[in-house]
Each structure stands twice: as C-alpha cells, then as structure tokens.
C-alpha cells in the first residue's frame, strides 16, 4: 500500500511565478490536510479538504494561496505570484476519517523562491 | 484555539540512555495526541499516539504518558540507539481536525 505522494520534491520558482504542489493521499483516504514548515520551526496547519470540499482554510494565507481536491486526482495548493517568504516545506497528510483520525504525512515539497 | 509547548528543544544523550521529551497543551477539549519523528529531508512519521481515554501507552521502547488534568503528555524513549537521532513532534488535535504541533525537539544519540 502506497504512501501520501507529493510531488514535485524540489520546486524552485523566481519571485512572481505560481507553485503547485500535488499531493495523492493513501489509498482510502478521503481526507487531505496541508501543512507548512519553515525552518527550525514546526508544522503550521494550513488547509483540511476533502473530496470537492475545503472544511477548513483556517491556516491558509487570505491572498494568494488556494487549494483543491478534485473529484478525480491529485489535492493541488497554489501559490500565485509567490514571494521570498513562501520559501518552506509543504507537507500533505491524508487521513481515513476527519475528527482525531491518525494522519499520515507524505515526503514533502521544498519550495524554493529566488 | 489549542497551543502546544514542547521541552526541552534539544536533547542529548548517551546510547542506551533514555530520553524525555514533555508537552502541555492549552485546550481541555482535546482529545488526542500523536508523536512524530522527522529525520533530516524527510517527512515526519507517526511514532506513537494516544487518546484521552487512555493514561499510557507503550511500543517496545517508546511510550507516552497522558494526564488530561494537567493536560500536559510525555514521549519516553529507553534504551535510546543512534538512529533514534531525529526532530521529534508532538501534536495535539484542537478545536477542529488539524493537528496543532509543539516546535519540535531535536534528540541527538551519541554511540
């Protein structure tokens, strides 16, 4: 059984430019969760979806940032017009079910804004 | 919303060792609290976890200690090994589903 897959692993983008960051949960998993992580520091929630919904957005940043999870594919963040700041590492965890489900993280996407 | 501290930030200790590692958690309505370790490039991964029904729970040399009153949980490790060296995370699942992380304790093992 497959683990949470994210791609790309390594993103590098020019300030200005959009980012996405796919993520395909476990297999089973409905539930997809956004997390990001600057450096030295831990995991900040972002966004909790799942299929064709987004439960929470609490996390996300107001402008610039959005996130889907599709009927069909992968759960897609986007940074539109990305700064220095976005520079992180964006985790995706899936779970089978929402409230205390275990989640389970995938590698994650390096992001990089030069 | 929920706050979780984590202590101390980095540990170190000596190979067969045990390692400690505390959080306290601010929101009474929490009701569970995962463990994870985050080796170097990597994503973190589910040690160990625990619901508030349940005052401990142990995994061969891993075990966590829940108590809701003071609401603060503990990560044991024992007989500690060299690739036990990692960034350790606890988490506490607050108002909604997202898990809300301590800052971390970066555990070094030296053999």
């Known amino acids: ?114 | 919303g929920e706050n979780v501290e984590q202590h101390p930030s980095t540990l170190s200790v000596q190979e067969g060792d045990s390692a400690v590692i505390k959080c306290t958690y601010s929101d009474s309505a929490s009701n569970y609290f995962p463990w994870y370790k985050q080796e170097l490039g990597k994503g973190p991964q589910l040690i160990i976890d625990i619901r508030s029904n349940v005052g401990e729970k142990k995994d061969q040399r891993i075990a966590v200690t829940l108590n809701k009153t003071a609401k603060h949980f503990s990560l044991h490790i024992t007989e500690t090994q060299p690739e036990d060296s990692a960034v350790y995370f606890c988490a506490a699942v607050g108002a909604g589903t997202a898990l809300i992380f301590g800052k971390g304790t970066t555990l070094s093992v030296s053999s």
């Open chain 1, 1 to 114: 059984n497959a683990g949470v897959m994210q791609n790309p692993r390594h993103l590098v983008r020019r300030r200005g430019q959009e980012a996405r960051l796919r993520c395909s949960p476990m297999k089973g998993h409905s539930h997809v969760y956004w997390y990001r992580q600057l450096p030295e520091e831990g995991l900040k929630f972002m966004v909790y979806l799942q299929k064709e919904n987004i439960i929470d957005e609490s996390g996300m940043p107001k402008e610039r940032f959005s996130a889907e999870f599709p009927k069909e594919g992968p759960s897609i963040l986007r940074i539109q017009q990305v700064v220095r700041g976005d520079s992180a590492a964006y985790f995706c965890a899936s779970s089978p079910g929402g409230s205390w489900e275990t989640q389970y993280f995938g590698p994650g996407t390096r992001l990089l804004v030069l």
